[in-house]
């Protein structure tokens, strides 16, 4: 199956800095990658939807200017956290729709983030 | 109508046993539903998923079963193990694309 990694898988970090999660596609090309945040015993939740070449579109109360998401290549998408703070706490997870368009969705390891 | 439901939130189950997982929807659009396993501190993996012109799908010990006029769908897991403990989430997307909308999750327990 297609495989979708990310990095890093953990970070901590402390208020007021940023931090980029990468999200890439290792063995095709995804036009279309989707982020997700999710709490401890949570489901997942999704925060934006990136498409190669062009901006992300954000769900509804998800702050675009905090959550900066950049889908420069068919392969990579990075999900940056800017000026962070303790509820930026979360795991977010990145996905990207498989080779053939199927519907079926690739999901990346996670990203544990911790701010302090 | 983007809801997805799933119930229920907890599950103990002892080997060898059945594990049933059940949703709902409300968005007659969803036209491809997956069912993701997901361990914690990973990403959800892909278990199992069915489209609506069938009414079940059997991959090994997963089977889903599918009832279109009631729009619900279900997990059955057969010869429960310890290694299936873990938390399963449904979920749905529309026809034009891939955008999942998630259940709550079922925390699945298999005693030994």
């Known amino acids: 199956g297609a495989v979708v990694s990310q990095h890093p898988s953990r970070v901590i970090c402390k208020s007021g800095t940023s931090v980029k999660i990468e999200c890439r596609s290792l063995?095709?090309?995804?036009?279309?990658m989707f982020w997700y945040r999710q709490f401890p015993k949570k489901s997942l939740m999704l925060m934006a939807t990136s498409n190669e070449g062009s901006k992300a579109t954000y769900e509804q109360g998800v702050e675009k200017d905090k959550f900066l998401i950049n889908h420069a290549s068919l392969t990579l998408s990075t999900l940056t956290v800017t000026s962070a703070h303790p509820e930026d706490s979360s795991f977010y997870i990145c996905s990207a729709t498989g080779p053939r368009n199927t519907g079926e969705l690739f999901f990346g390891e996670g990203s544990r983030l911790t701010v302090l | 109508q983007q809801q997805v439901k799933q119930s229920p939130q907890s599950l103990i189950v002892q080997k060898g046993g059945i594990s049933i997982i059940n949703c709902a929807y409300e968005n007659t659009a969803f036209d491809y539903f997956p069912w993701y396993q997901q361990f914690p501190g990973k990403g959800p993996a892909l278990l199992i998923a069915i489209r609506p012109d069938v009414s079940e799908k059997k991959e090994g010990r997963f089977t889903i079963s599918f009832n279109k006029s009631a729009k619900q769908f279900s997990l059955h897991i057969m010869d429960s193990q310890p290694g299936d403990s873990a938390t399963y989430f449904c979920a749905a997307s529309p026809i034009s694309g891939s955008r999942l909308t998630f259940g709550e999750g079922t925390q699945l327990t298999v005693n030994p």
């Open positions: 063995d095709f090309q995804a036009t279309t």
